[in-house]
């Protein structure tokens, strides 16, 4: 069974503390890791799709790195607007169905 | 462009209603997939198509019927509302099994009592 855990559930930094999220997933086959963001009330927004151990990708304040085992989402010198809930999620190569973790919810205090 | 719509946006039914939670997008996607949001468990998939004709169960199927008549739409029925259906529910679609990414609407909150 496919799974993904996320951690820290919470974290709380000051504007420009940079940090890093991190997902752990077990897959049979990975197809596709995703990174999405969700604010309050809304539904999840698509940040990144990582395909293969070693790819990177980066948006704005966010890069996303992949390993075999997990993927981290560091943020530099974050912003409050950045505050969100980040999900991560895996499709396996057998089938359509995404996995997500329970997601972490970063506060950026200014 | 707008996207990927549902509606309702809230919904109060009571034990044993049933009800249809409409979705509909303008991006010509092919994949389009329900999803439900619960506290401490992540977003779970309910039902799934892959195209016009063509649905499939999810992880938590039981008590949820789809259809896929169009490329465009694709409703969730809840056919005997419980109180464990109370949820937020996500509606999703993408290209060719989310390569380029999932697109998702804006949730239904729905309590049952």
């Known amino acids: 069974e496919d799974q993904v855990t996320q951690s820290p559930e919470a974290l709380r930094l000051q504007e420009g503390e940079s940090s890093s999220l991190n997902c752990s997933y077990t897959?049979?086959?990975?197809?596709?890791l995703f990174w999405y963001r969700q604010d309050p009330g809304k539904g999840p927004e698509f940040l990144f799709t990582l395909y293969s151990a070693g790819e990177e990708k980066e948006k704005e304040r966010l890069k996303a790195t992949l390993t075999k085992k997990e993927s981290f989402l560091h943020i530099t010198a974050p912003k409050p607007e950045d505050s969100a809930t980040y999900l991560c999620a895996v499709q396996a190569e057998r089938n359509e169905k995404l996995t997500f973790g329970t997601g972490t919810r970063l506060t950026i205090i200014p | 462009n707008a996207g990927v719509t549902q509606t309702p946006k809230f919904q109060v039914l009571k034990t044993g209603q049933s009800m249809t939670l409409q979705c509909a997008q303008d991006?010509?996607?092919?994949?389009m997939s329900w999803y439900r949001q619960d506290p401490g468990m992540g977003l779970r998939l309910i039902h799934y198509?892959?195209?016009?004709?063509?649905?499939d169960q999810g992880e938590v199927p039981n008590g949820y019927n789809v259809s896929r008549s169009t490329t465009e739409d694709f409703p969730l029925r809840l056919l005997s509302a419980a109180p464990s259906q109370t949820s937020v529910y996500f509606c999703?679609?993408?290209?060719?099994?989310?390569?380029?990414?999932?697109?998702f609407g804006s949730g239904t909150r729905l309590t049952v009592v």
């Open positions: 897959v049979s086959g990975l197809r596709g």
């Open positions: 991006m010509n996607h092919e994949y």
């Open positions: 198509s892959v195209g016009a004709g063509i649905t």
């Open positions: 999703a679609s993408s290209y060719s099994g989310g390569f380029y990414g999932y697109t």
